[in-house]
C-alpha cells in the first residue's frame, strides 16, 4: 500500500489564482499534463496527532486543524519562474518568505502536531511532466509576470500519494479541507 500524507497548502486569490488556472489549463493541455489546483506547498504530514497523542486521520483531523488557525491573508514577492527535473517542479514561480509565512507554518504545525519548518524553496507549480531540460528552460524564459507580489487567502489540507511522480498520483490529490483566511 502507498505511503499518504497530509499537505497544507496555501492557495492565491484572485485575480492571480484565475491566471495561475488559466497557464495550468493552458500547460496540461499543450503537453497532456495532470489538472491540479495551483499552490505553495508549505508542509506535509504522515500523521495528524490528537491532544491525547492518538492518531487521527482524514478529513475530520484536517478540519480540526484548519479550524484553530487563525490568519489573515498573507502577500508574498515574487522572485521569477524556475524549473528542475522534479516531476512537481517542471515549471513554477518561485516566491520570498514572510514573517506571516513562517508564524502560518509553526502554527499549522504546532496544531497537527508534526514537526515541519517553512519550506526552503517557496513555489506554485504551473507544470507537473517530465520533459527535456532544454523544453524546460525556454518555457520559463519565455514565462513573464503582470504582478510582483500575490496574495494568498486560503489553506488546504489535501491527501497526496508518498511520492508523487506520476499523473496518476496527482489526480487521486484529495482536498480534505479548505480554510479562508479573514481579511
Not at 1 to 21: G, H, N
Not at 27 to 34: D, Q
Not at 74 to 94: D, Q
Request: some cysteine; hydrophobic content about 40%.
Amino acid at each position: 500500500m502507498k505511503k499518504t500524507a497530509t499537505v497544507y497548502w496555501l492557495l492565491p486569490a484572485k485575480p492571480e489564482r484565475e491566471l495561475f488556472y488559466d497557464v495550468v489549463r493552458i500547460l496540461r493541455k499543450e503537453f497532456r499534463a495532470p489538472h491540479f489546483e495551483p499552490h505553495l506547498t508549505l508542509f506535509s504530514t504522515t500523521k495528524d496527532r490528537s491532544a491525547t497523542g492518538r492518531i487521527r486521520r482524514g478529513e475530520e483531523s484536517a478540519k480540526k486543524v484548519l479550524q484553530q488557525i487563525s490568519m489573515r491573508p498573507i502577500r508574498l514577492a515574487t522572485r521569477g519562474v524556475g524549473f528542475s527535473s522534479a516531476f512537481t517542479k517542471t515549471l513554477f514561480i518561485r516566491f520570498k518568505s514572510s514573517d506571516a509565512l513562517r508564524k502560518l507554518v509553526a502554527d499549522l504545525s504546532r496544531v497537527a502536531k508534526s514537526p515541519a519548518k517553512a519550506p526552503n524553496d517557496l513555489h506554485v507549480s504551473l507544470l507537473y511532466k517530465k520533459l527535456p531540460r532544454g523544453a524546460k528552460k525556454e518555457l520559463a524564459a519565455v514565462m513573464k509576470l503582470p504582478f510582483r507580489t500575490v496574495v494568498f487567502d486560503s489553506i488546504a489540507a489535501v491527501r497526496c500519494p508518498l511520492p508523487s511522480r506520476t499523473t496518476a498520483n496527482v489526480e487521486s490529490w484529495k482536498i480534505l479541507a479548505k480554510k479562508s483566511l479573514r481579511r
